[in-house]
Every structure is written in structure tokens, then in C-alpha cells.
């Protein structure tokens, strides 16, 4: 992936890049969750896009506010999950992109004021077979009293995400065929 973010770091966490790497960092929860959403070139560039433009985490029900319309490095964004009051903001940066030909995805990770501490990697790949793959590896831990509370309950939701990403890529890369 590429690296250009911007000067005035505000990550909220040292190990920036890791989850690109998939040298995942001691101290943190760990998520790897990999799925074929579909075949074929048209495939993957209609996943690749819809990764890259948000629009995979605004149909998986995530609230995006982006400083661009594409993930970019250096990109703030800013999602919420939830429903009203009960809706948690978090403040992110995009670390890193990759933009094909055969992969497309980006690294974001929590800014100061996040629930949470750690990074995400979003992966849409081209395998050499034509299967077109999507991949999240991530790290985190929780940082607010609540939430470190909650447990086990926020690995769940994280896992529960990731699949539910991998779905609406699938479906999107279904229309693409």
C-alpha cells in the first residue's frame, strides 16, 4: 500500500501499518476475515470502487463523513454506527491505499476521541484463478470505559461486520457479472 499521509500525525496508536503488513501487534485484538465475493475482472473492479468510495460501508449501514469522496492517504473520515442518540462516531484517517490493477483497498486507522485504539486494512484482490477476494485485518482494543465493559460483545460486532462487508461486496460484485 501506499504511504503518503499527511504531517501532523493524530493517530491515536504507534503501530501504524500493521494490519497492511499483517504483522499484527501484541496488546490489541485481532480480526482476520477473508471471503470470495466473486469472478472475474468486472468483478472486482466494481468491488474495488465501491470499496475505495465508501459506498461498501454505507451499505453495510455505517454513517460516512469523508473529506474526500474517495480513500485517500491522509483522507479524515469520520463513521457512525447506530441509530440516534445511540449512534457512536469515530473518528478515523486513511493511512494507505492501493488502487490496482489487480488490488484495491485502504488502511484506515482511530483518531484521538475513537472508542477504540488500532487500524483497519480493507482488501479487494484478483487471484490468479480469476476469484475476486475481500479481506479485512485489523487490530484494536477499547479505550472507553464502557466499552471496555462490554467485553466480548465488540470482537462479535467486528467479526459480525467484516462478514457483513464481505456480503454487500459479493451482492455488488453479483451485478457486475
Known amino acids: 500500500m501506499n504511504d503518503h499521509s499527511r504531517p501532523g500525525n493524530d493517530y491515536s496508536y504507534p503501530e501504524?501499518?500493521?494490519?497492511c503488513t499483517g504483522d499484527l501487534p501484541a496488546g490489541y485484538r485481532h480480526l482476520r476475515h477473508r471471503a470470495r465475493i466473486g469472478h472475474g475482472?468486472?468483478?472486482?473492479?466494481?468491488?474495488?470502487?465501491?470499496?475505495?468510495?465508501?459506498?461498501?460501508h454505507r451499505l453495510?449501514?455505517?454513517?460516512i463523513d469523508a473529506e474526500a469522496e474517495?480513500?485517500?492517504?491522509?483522507?479524515?473520515?469520520?463513521?457512525?454506527?447506530?441509530?440516534?442518540?445511540?449512534?457512536?462516531?469515530?473518528?478515523?484517517?486513511?493511512?494507505a491505499t492501493v488502487n490496482g490493477p489487480d488490488r484495491y483497498g485502504f488502511t484506515y486507522g482511530t483518531r484521538h476521541g475513537h472508542l477504540g485504539?488500532?487500524?483497519?486494512?480493507?482488501?479487494?484482490?484478483l487471484a490468479p484463478d480469476g476469484a475476486v477476494w475481500f479481506s479485512v485485518t485489523a487490530f484494536?482494543?477499547?479505550?472507553?470505559?464502557?466499552?471496555?465493559l462490554a467485553g466480548p460483545l465488540f470482537p462479535l460486532l467486528q467479526h459480525a461486520f467484516a462478514r457483513r462487508c464481505g456480503r454487500v461486496l459479493a451482492a455488488i460484485a453479483a451485478d457486475a457479472a
Open 140 to 148: 484494536s482494543r477499547p479505550v472507553a470505559w464502557w466499552a471496555r
Open 70 to 95: 474517495e480513500a485517500a492517504p491522509g483522507v479524515a473520515v469520520r463513521c457512525a454506527i447506530g441509530l440516534g442518540p445511540l449512534r457512536a462516531g469515530a473518528p478515523n484517517r486513511v493511512l
Open 16 to 19: 501504524q501499518g500493521a494490519s
Open 41 to 56: 475482472r468486472p468483478a472486482l473492479d466494481v468491488a474495488g470502487g465501491a470499496l475505495l468510495g465508501w459506498r461498501m
Open 60 to 63: 453495510a449501514g455505517v454513517r
Open 117 to 125: 485504539r488500532g487500524e483497519e486494512t480493507f482488501l479487494v484482490e
